[in-house]
């Protein structure tokens, strides 16, 4: 069963920076830590991706997936889900919603859902679920307002 999880947090940077970084699928393992690969194997017209191939290695899991991509035309909201059951996955669908503040900082809210293919017991996956997006959400604001410093 898939349990849906949401988190937020605050990156000192615009919306269209914020998107431009995670819309860059091939600098994922400069910044993503359990990231060790992630190809972009199909794309829209448009020149975004709409299927990217991630290899996973978090130490305890190890996993070879690809999602596909939808992206709101203004990128405030950017979606994925799984194409095909993986080695670990049955499900993953996850969405990015990306929101102006007036200070210029942008509020990103992560939401995923993930069903294993390994069992878990709820307590231990909420746990785990909990520990991906702070990391993900934290590298993700790390890696942005780097960026954004540099230019």
């Known amino acids: 069963m898939a349990d849906t999880s949401t988190q937020s947090i605050i990156i000192g940077a615009s919306p269209d920076q914020v998107a431009a970084v995670i819309c860059d699928f091939a600098s994922y393992p400069e910044w993503a830590d359990a990231v060790r690969e992630a190809e972009v194997v199909e794309e829209y017209e448009d020149g975004y991706a709409s299927q990217v191939r991630f290899v996973l290695d978090a130490g305890v899991m190890a996993d070879e997936y690809v999602l596909e991509y939808a992206y709101a035309e203004d990128l405030s909201h950017i979606e994925w889900h799984l194409v095909a059951p993986s080695k670990m ?40 679920e909990k520990m991906i997006m702070d990391a993900a959400l934290k590298q993700l604001k790390r890696r942005v307002e780097a960026t954004g410093s540099a230019q």
């Open 89 to 128: 996955q049955k499900l993953q669908r996850g969405s990015y919603d990306l929101a102006g503040n007036a200070d210029g900082g942008t509020t990103v809210t992560y939401t995923l859902e993930v069903e294993l293919a390994v069992g878990m017991l709820g307590m231990f996956r909420r746990k785990a």
